[in-house]
């Protein structure tokens, strides 16, 4: 489907979206070098900043860069995935939409190597690594969840989802198959779940490109225990929520949730009883993985419930405690990125 030409012989048109929200310090360096990576792919990439800050904070910053071609779009209503449906629509009739997030970074050749990668795989879409770049050092403990480990797979490598911070969608296949981002889910996380998911359930080929990369700046405020804890748990319960939303008709949920409890039964003593030994040993790092490993389980139980954490909450946003959706055919969900043990709750 991710052909390189339009029907007429020209190349396939790009687009770079930046999903921005009150970090417009971020911007500048980002910006200057997207523009630098957009002549690298035929015909030249254009580059969209979506704000979606009520106010348009970034409006300022990214309008002084229209005359190197980077578009402003205001989306004033909240959430994630209001702004990527934003980007959606204003990506227009191009071939190929990339999401960014605003606090990363892209690898040299990052955009020639995602884009090239689509146009000879044919794929409905193409996912690339993100690598935590600490702010500061973080404590063992913290380490010790897997939290800002990198995954890594074999470049080609056919994947079940994939988060949207390093993802290009051939819109194509997103028009033909009339998917959006789940606006219930913009300030609860776990929108992009969801859609990844819906386009491999739809018969849709995501691969993984480990060549384009990215690296992300993580904030001294997330390096906490606190903080990992709640993303093991909101990440997970994502996961096994897109997995009950997937499933076919009632009998398929409630299996999938017996499933998923059952495992997390388990799986769960056995953390506990790592969590134990760690202590008695004083080796953080353990401790930090048994914790992670429970919070995780946690969050695929009461996400397979319909549960999720708001994680993306803003003060004038209405909580959000539970988001029921509409069941649709049934998709197995890779595990949450992070921590080994948990790599295997939906594996036999």
């Given at each position: 489907?991710?052909?390189?030409?339009?029907?007429?012989?020209?190349?396939?048109?790009?687009?770079?979206?930046?999903?921005t929200y009150r970090r417009t310090h971020l911007l500048?360096?980002?910006?200057?070098?997207?523009?630098?990576?957009?002549g690298t792919v035929e015909p030249r990439a254009e580059v969209l900043v979506v704000d979606n800050d009520p106010e348009g904070s970034a409006a300022e910053v990214v309008l002084g860069w229209a005359a190197q071609g980077i578009r402003y779009a205001h989306e004033p209503r909240p959430g994630i995935s209001a702004a990527r449906n934003r980007a959606l629509r204003e990506a227009g009739d191009a071939a190929a939409l990339v999401f960014f997030d605003d606090d990363e970074h892209p690898s040299p050749d990052w955009l020639a190597t995602i884009v090239g990668a689509w146009r000879a795989w044919g794929c409905a879409a193409v996912a690339g690594p993100v690598e935590a770049q600490l702010a500061v050092p973080a404590e063992p403990w913290v380490l010790g969840t897997g939290v800002?480990?990198?995954?890594?797979?074999?470049?080609?490598?056919r994947v079940r989802g994939a988060g949207a911070g390093n993802l290009l969608l051939d819109l194509r296949v997103v028009r033909e198959l009339g998917l959006r981002f789940d606006e219930r889910l913009g300030l609860v996380g776990g929108e992009d779940t969801l859609f990844t998911h819906a386009l491999v359930h739809a018969g849709a080929e995501i691969r993984w490109c480990d060549e384009a990369a990215a690296v992300e700046y993580v904030p001294a405020e997330r390096l906490t225990?606190?903080?990992v804890r709640r993303r093991c748990f909101r990440s997970a319960g994502s996961w096994s929520r897109a997995e009950v939303?997937?499933?076919?008709?009632r009998t398929g949920r409630w299996r999938l949730r017996g499933s998923v409890v059952a495992k997390a039964?388990?799986?769960?003593?056995?953390?506990?009883?790592?969590?134990?030994?760690?202590?008695?040993?004083?080796?953080?790092?353990?401790?930090?993985?048994a914790v992670a490993t429970l919070a995780s389980y946690a969050g695929l139980v009461v996400g397979a419930f319909g549960y999720t954490v708001g994680e993306y909450a803003r003060p004038?946003?209405?909580?959000?405690?539970?988001?029921?959706?509409p069941a649709l055919a049934p998709v197995a969900i890779p595990a949450p990125a992070g921590a080994e043990e948990r790599d295997r709750v939906t594996q036999g």
């Amino acid at each position: 489907m991710g052909e390189d030409v339009s029907g007429d012989g020209i190349p396939a048109s790009t687009v770079v979206a930046v999903l921005t929200y009150r970090r417009t310090h971020l911007l500048p360096p980002l910006l200057a070098e997207l523009v630098a990576q957009a002549g690298t792919v035929e015909p030249r990439a254009e580059v969209l900043v979506v704000d979606n800050d009520p106010e348009g904070s970034a409006a300022e910053v990214v309008l002084g860069w229209a005359a190197q071609g980077i578009r402003y779009a205001h989306e004033p209503r909240p959430g994630i995935s209001a702004a990527r449906n934003r980007a959606l629509r204003e990506a227009g009739d191009a071939a190929a939409l990339v999401f960014f997030d605003d606090d990363e970074h892209p690898s040299p050749d990052w955009l020639a190597t995602i884009v090239g990668a689509w146009r000879a795989w044919g794929c409905a879409a193409v996912a690339g690594p993100v690598e935590a770049q600490l702010a500061v050092p973080a404590e063992p403990w913290v380490l010790g969840t897997g939290v800002f480990d990198r995954p890594t797979r074999p470049t080609g490598a056919r994947v079940r989802g994939a988060g949207a911070g390093n993802l290009l969608l051939d819109l194509r296949v997103v028009r033909e198959l009339g998917l959006r981002f789940d606006e219930r889910l913009g300030l609860v996380g776990g929108e992009d779940t969801l859609f990844t998911h819906a386009l491999v359930h739809a018969g849709a080929e995501i691969r993984w490109c480990d060549e384009a990369a990215a690296v992300e700046y993580v904030p001294a405020e997330r390096l906490t225990r606190r903080w990992v804890r709640r993303r093991c748990f909101r990440s997970a319960g994502s996961w096994s929520r897109a997995e009950v939303l997937l499933a076919r008709g009632r009998t398929g949920r409630w299996r999938l949730r017996g499933s998923v409890v059952a495992k997390a039964g388990v799986r769960g003593l056995r953390a506990l009883l790592a969590l134990a030994a760690a202590t008695v040993t004083g080796r953080a790092r353990a401790r930090g993985r048994a914790v992670a490993t429970l919070a995780s389980y946690a969050g695929l139980v009461v996400g397979a419930f319909g549960y999720t954490v708001g994680e993306y909450a803003r003060p004038a946003a209405a909580p959000v405690s539970a988001v029921p959706g509409p069941a649709l055919a049934p998709v197995a969900i890779p595990a949450p990125a992070g921590a080994e043990e948990r790599d295997r709750v939906t594996q036999g």
